[in-house]
């Protein structure tokens, strides 16, 4: 029972995250339709959109009406959820690594990086891109913590509510 709650409240903090994440697909469609690289990053964006939004469904329809799903959309939670997890491991890992850098280190990193820009304004110090990354990393740090522990109950709740996938 208190998992079932867990996952609930994991289910809705996702939503805002999909929101996010679904947004800056559509913003990077028309580069990526530009350049083809990009493409992936659609792909891994809309990805994380897809898997929450089809695991709100399966909590509102399975978990709390108790009421029969489609069979397709546990092949899309699975897909989509595999997919989600390999970009939450990456951005685990990327994020801790940010994270765990010693100041010398971290100030060298974004100078180095701030030096291949050559056309910024004078009013994005190092300082203030330090900080954004900092931002970014505890952001991406809680995100991805929230979407390997969502998919990891996930994948025991399609077991566990496998006769909610059944035909009539």
């Given at each position: 029972m208190k998992q079932v709650q867990i996952f609930k409240v994991l289910t809705y903090l996702l939503?805002?995250?999909?929101?996010?994440?679904?947004?800056?697909?559509?913003?990077?469609?028309?580069?990526?339709?530009?350049?083809?690289?990009?493409?992936?990053?659609?792909?891994?964006?809309?990805?994380?959109?897809?898997?929450?939004?089809?695991?709100?469904?399966?909590?509102?329809?399975?978990?709390n009406k108790a009421k029969n799903c489609n069979p397709s959309l546990k092949d899309w939670i699975k897909i989509n959820?595999?997919?989600?997890?390999?970009?939450?491991?990456?951005?685990?890992?990327?994020?801790?690594?940010?994270?765990?850098?010693?100041?010398?280190?971290?100030n060298d990193f974004v100078t180095k990086a701030m030096e291949t820009q050559s056309n910024l304004p004078a009013s994005i110090t190092p300082a203030f891109v330090g900080q954004m990354l900092k931002y970014t990393a505890v952001f991406m740090l809680i995100t991805s913590t929230i979407i390997l522990v969502h998919t990891r109950i996930q994948f025991v709740f399609l077991k566990a509510y496998s006769y909610v996938f059944e035909s009539e």
């Open positions: 939503i805002p995250i999909a929101l996010l994440f679904g947004f800056m697909a559509i913003l990077v469609l028309p580069t990526a339709l530009a350049n083809p690289a990009l493409l992936i990053v659609v792909f891994i964006f809309s990805c994380i959109a897809i898997y929450s939004f089809s695991s709100l469904r399966f909590v509102t329809t399975a978990i959820g595999y997919i989600s997890v390999g970009t939450a491991f990456m951005f685990l890992l990327n994020s801790i690594g940010i994270l765990m850098l010693r100041p010398i280190e971290f």
